[in-house]
């Protein structure tokens, strides 16, 4: 009786405190401390259910809103496809109230309603002119000293359904590399290979030492310098794509699996099994990639390197964002907090990707919020075998 009784409480504390310890690892982390130059968003689109997210004032269009309303002089936005509702009208309450705004867009979404709203504002919007190639970038600059990128298109889908981040930066430097790239495209219509490789301010360093180097795609060699950056790794290397296919970064990243480095990933799913993704290349050698859950999109493009140097941007890892496109990264090197606030983005959906169960995140989700609550009763179950234990 005492072995039984030992055994069955040994399994219940087990039982207990794996699905304690689940429903806590998808709980919101602490939030890092960030620099005070520095704010980092995410799109809170964790629940899958986008009428709660849209609640959330901490999501990523709100946080957008905010920085929109707090312009005084400027705001230059180069945004790939605008539609939402929220951020069109904080653009448009900011011309209202005297600040000079001006948007550059992707030819294809000249009939937004958002951007025909504000064009009736009196708003100027520049296109790329129909080219081959994407006008991708999403940067906004305010005022000439705060920088605003990432993947986030200013869409409802962008903010609602997909996953996404952006960065805040409060520098004047910074905010001058941008704006430089913004006039081209904006005064002179200058796109894609037609832009000059200008940059004023190549590499930025903060006030804290924190390293920032500014790219453009593709009059700079974005490729060159992610791989560079790759080769640097000692010790780890993550990243979350929407779309993987450049064989060189792809290699690079093999490279270094194979001379011991850890490297995981996260691949949207859709597209990620075609022939020219690069996730059957890294599964097939060993790599831990996974395919994101959520049934819309995962619009990252990250890599954290070390857990001290980030990339990020509007720059998908594909041939057409290196050759065509007009992309932009900012590789962010010497700053642990920055690396792991990101990072902690990448655990969060990395762990909740489940593979060995049945149905989607969000229904792992919510069984787990409501199993958990049996983990108490479990441990009263075996507190009382414990007593009936002690007492035989």
Request: aromatic residues 10%.
């Amino acid at each position: 009786m005492k072995k039984f009784l030992l055994v069955t409480l040994v399994l219940l504390l087990i039982i207990a405190a794996v699905i304690f310890f689940a429903y806590k690892s998808r709980q919101p982390k602490p939030i890092t401390k960030l620099p005070s130059w520095c704010e980092i968003y995410f799109s809170q689109v964790y629940t899958g259910d986008p009428e709660v997210v849209k609640k959330n004032p901490r999501n990523i269009d709100e946080m957008l809103v905010r920085k929109l309303n707090m312009a005084q002089r400027t705001i230059d936005a180069a945004l790939h496809e605008l539609d939402s509702e929220v951020i069109t009208d904080a653009l448009v309450k900011a011309h209202k109230r005297g600040v000079k705004v001006r948007v550059v867009t992707e030819t294809g979404y000249m009939t937004e309603d958002s951007i025909k709203q504000i064009q009736r504002a009196g708003m100027q919007v520049v296109n790329d002119m129909g080219r081959s190639g994407l006008m991708h970038d999403k940067f906004i600059v305010i005022d000439g000293r705060y920088s605003w990128t990432g993947s986030f298109n200013t869409t409802d889908n962008g903010a609602y359904k997909n996953n996404n981040n952006a960065i805040f930066i409060d520098s004047y430097a910074i905010a001058k590399n941008f704006e430089t790239e913004f006039e081209e495209m904006f005064t002179q219509k200058k796109f894609g290979g037609r832009s000059p490789e200008n940059i004023p301010y190549p590499v930025v360093r903060m006030p804290d030492g924190t390293e920032i180097r500014t790219l453009f795609s593709p009059e700079n060699d974005v490729v060159d310098a992610i791989i560079s950056e790759l080769k640097k790794a000692r010790k780890s290397i993550f990243f979350m794509a929407f779309s993987f296919t450049h064989q060189k970064i792809g290699q690079a990243m093999i490279d270094k699996y194979r001379a011991g480095i850890d490297v995981r990933g996260i691949f949207e799913k859709r597209g990620s099994e075609s022939f020219y993704s690069q996730y059957p290349k890294m599964k097939a050698v060993g790599i831990s990639v996974k395919q994101d859950n959520n049934r819309w999109i995962l619009h990252h493009k990250v890599i954290i390197i070390d857990g001290k140097t980030v990339i990020t941007g509007s720059f998908n890892f594909s041939k057409n964002a290196a050759k065509t496109n007009e992309e932009n990264i900012l590789i962010i090197s010497g700053n642990r907090a920055i690396a792991k606030t990101y990072l902690d983005e990448f655990d969060r959906l990395y762990a909740d990707i489940i593979s060995i169960l049945p149905g989607s995140a969000t229904t792992i989700l919510v069984a787990i919020n409501h199993i958990h609550k049996i983990s108490f009763t479990i441990l009263g179950v075996a507190a009382s075998a414990l007593r009936l234990l002690y007492n035989t």
